[in-house]
């Protein structure tokens, strides 16, 4: 387990250099990344190079014995390429080009930057090939960040069609698969298709799939070229690249199957509030979710199934949300221990000291601006002396799969159907609800073998081929125990209804169909009972379908005084050895604890009590972690006897973290003192 840092060399006098590096090494750091975003100091003109100021950099990492992690710096193309070859610009849907003076303006199909992406990328891989310390290679930087997967230039526009008529091969094929008799919009060639500009109404939902389909594969392919490049020159490198939190238009999957490690990068109290549907907590502010923060991390861990990186973990305040207040006391050490427990072998904290120029000079470091320590600098060597006791340990085995895909993601963002409709916000309904158990989670693609897990959860898998609903059915057939969301089984994977009831190819194994559905605003009063008693309400939100019930058995019923009162809301059907069961609605935190929680005991999954919403456990390699992101005091009381702390104890103080020997999270409680 090690932690490292992001290092910026070119920003600093190289007489501080071997100062920094030593401070690093006698810190307990062992990675350090850099070189990102260093074209223009690299390379000043046209085949003008400087290396030295690296060389002297990568040299002195391997001084004091620090592994380097080199990145390909193509996120900031230099003025004198945009001047001298502009086509590489991205557009905006109107036409508008994105000009150079930020970072992430090159379009992914621009012939011209994959030429200059390959003659900048070969020169620098070629020269740090046989220094033994340089262990890895990052692809670029947060690929699509500022809504870049998606250009709109004439390179794209060509693209798209070629991708279009490898994909369909006729236009025929396509007008039938996408269905565009409706609103006239037949095509007669594939060089009539346009990248979805402006337009008085919406586009056609198929043609804004495939754009995000599209869209996604074009940088897979241009990820593709960067890893490539490197395993020519040094196959012993890892290639990883640095995937953000929660973010909607990139497939990591897809990326993913090119990339040995995968990483990402962490910002908790950022991400809580620009991408969380609720109004986030003081506390959340202070120290963000731990179930958006461990989503992500059982997402990056799913995608390769093996232990993954945090490339750049929050280090302090930092500069882009729309608040920016200080993190709790020690939380930057808890990201670091609550990233291990999730999955992370190692975890980078963003930067080694806070920049005096540009446009993140408001965001920390671990030092500050004059050299000194900053909280973060604190936590972090907290964290490198606890996780260096720990030593290698074994990956995560999760006994419940998450299944999630971008396609889904990108079907129901296109068609919402509600403003409070959030294809995140729905699954983290579902994987919080298991989380509060204190169990595992892996987050997979659909397409993932599904036979090691206990337990599938499957929160909205709109788009449902044929094959896909043969392999769930065999999973339930064989033993599996899985849960359905609202909105399953809607359409095809070309993004049209079919021609029967929901959920389409998956009604035999429901054992019902939806009869209608309807999106409800908040101030609806909403609420399901039991089938066949009025004891307990249990309300949800959003999202109701009404259920005609075949051979399934009912498990609850709507309740309030309407016209859904007493139609099937959640159906249960055993099928072969396992059960399924189908919610057909967004269901609030109390419902969907009584959905998890028998799914779980079915199974057999050992689990905790359920936990406070700011406290989680973790079961990693022998050791249990309980992580605090709140400011209350808690008292951990394991079913059996005191387990020995590795760190900490029974109390978890505020923002704090507690490792036990063993695993300890069956029958654990744990409550606020
Ligand atoms: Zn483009």
Redesign the pocket.
């Known amino acids: 387990m090690s932690i490292g840092v992001c290092y910026f060399p070119e920003h600093w006098p190289q007489e501080r250099w071997e100062n920094d590096f030593e401070k690093m090494a006698s810190a307990g750091l062992e990675y350090v990344r850099m070189g990102e975003f260093s074209w223009s100091t690299l390379e000043s003109e046209r085949n003008e190079f400087d290396f030295d100021w690296l060389d002297d950099a990568v040299e002195l990492a391997g001084e004091y014995d620090m592994q380097t992690v080199l990145c390909t710096p193509t996120a900031t193309p230099p003025k004198w390429l945009v001047d001298d070859r502009p086509e590489i610009l ?2 905006d849907p109107d036409g508008t080009v994105r000009e150079f003076g930020s970072r992430r303006h090159y ?4 012939t011209a930057y994959r030429e200059e992406t390959k003659r900048i990328v070969t020169t620098l891989v070629d020269r740090y090939a046989d220094i033994p310390h340089v262990v890895g290679w990052q692809t670029d930087n947060e690929f699509g960040c500022h809504r870049t997967v998606r ?6 526009a060509d ?1 798209f069609r070629e991708w279009l008529e490898d994909k369909y091969d006729t236009i025929e094929t396509l007008n039938d698969a996408w269905g565009t008799t409706f609103w006239s919009q037949r095509y007669t060639s594939f060089q009539e298709i346009d990248p979805p500009g402006p337009t008085p109404a919406e586009h056609h939902p198929s043609r804004l799939l495939e754009y995000a389909r599209f869209s996604s594969d074009s940088v897979v392919s241009y990820n593709r070229l960067h890893a490539e490049l490197i395993r020519d020159v040094n196959p012993d490198w890892f290639v990883t690249h640095n995937f953000m939190g929660r973010f909607p238009t990139l497939d990591a999957y897809a990326i993913s199957e090119d990339l040995d490690l995968v990483s990402w990068d962490s910002y908790p109290t950022g991400f809580v509030q620009d991408r969380y549907q609720a109004d986030p907590t003081r506390d959340q502010l202070r120290a963000g979710d731990p179930d958006q923060v461990g989503m992500d991390h059982d997402l990056y861990r799913g995608a390769l199934d093996r232990p993954f990186w945090v490339m750049e973990q929050q280090p302090g305040d930092v500069n882009w949300p729309p608040f920016c207040p200080q993190p709790g006391e020690g939380a930057m050490r808890l990201w670091a221990h609550h990233a291990t427990a999730h999955g992370a072998d190692a975890v980078l904290y963003f930067r080694w000291r806070r920049c005096l120029e540009g446009q993140e000079q408001y965001h920390a470091g671990l030092r500050k601006q004059n050299g000194e320590p900053d909280r973060g600098y604190h936590d972090a060597m907290q964290a490198v002396a606890e996780l260096d006791e720990l030593g290698d340990i074994d990956h995560v085995a999760a006994p419940v799969a998450l299944l999630f895909d971008y396609d889904n993601l990108w079907a129901l963002s296109e068609q919402p159907h509600a403003p409070t409709s959030d294809y995140w916000s729905l699954l983290a309904s579902f994987y919080g609800a298991v989380r509060a158990y204190g169990v595992q989670v892996d987050v997979v693609h659909p397409t993932t073998d599904l036979g090691e897990y206990d337990v599938v959860v499957a929160p909205a898998l709109h788009l449902v081929a044929n094959e896909l609903a043969d392999r769930l059915t065999e999973y339930v057939e064989d033993g599996g125990q899985l849960l359905f969301g609202p909105r399953t089984g809607v359409k095809d994977e070309y993004n049209k209804l079919r021609p029967v009831a929901q959920p389409g190819p998956l009604s035999d194994l429901v054992g019902a169909t939806v009869d209608q559905h309807e999106s409800l605003p908040s101030q609806i009063e909403t609420g399901v009972s039991p089938t066949g008693t009025s004891n307990e309400t249990y309300t949800f939100q959003t999202w109701a379908e009404w259920l005609d019930v075949d051979t399934a058995d009912p498990l609850y019923e709507y309740c309030t005084d309407g016209i859904e009162s007493g139609r099937a809301a959640i159906v249960e059907h055993a099928v072969g050895d396992g059960t399924v069961v189908y919610c057909g609605v967004w269901p609030d935190a109390d419902l969907v604890d009584e959905l998890v929680r028998p799914r779980l005991d079915r199974a057999g999954i050992a689990h905790s009590d359920r936990l406070p919403n700011a406290v989680r456990t973790n079961e990693r390699g022998g050791y249990t972690w309980v992580t605090n992101f709140s400011s209350d005091r808690y008292r951990i009381e394991p079913a059996g006897s005191e387990p020995t702390w590795i760190l900490g104890n029974e109390t978890l103080e505020p923002f704090d973290v507690a490792i036990a020997e063993g695993e300890i999270v069956d029958g654990l409680a744990i409550d606020r003192v």
């Open positions: 991205q557009k379009c992914f199909n621009s250009c709109y230039c004439d390179d794209c693209a």
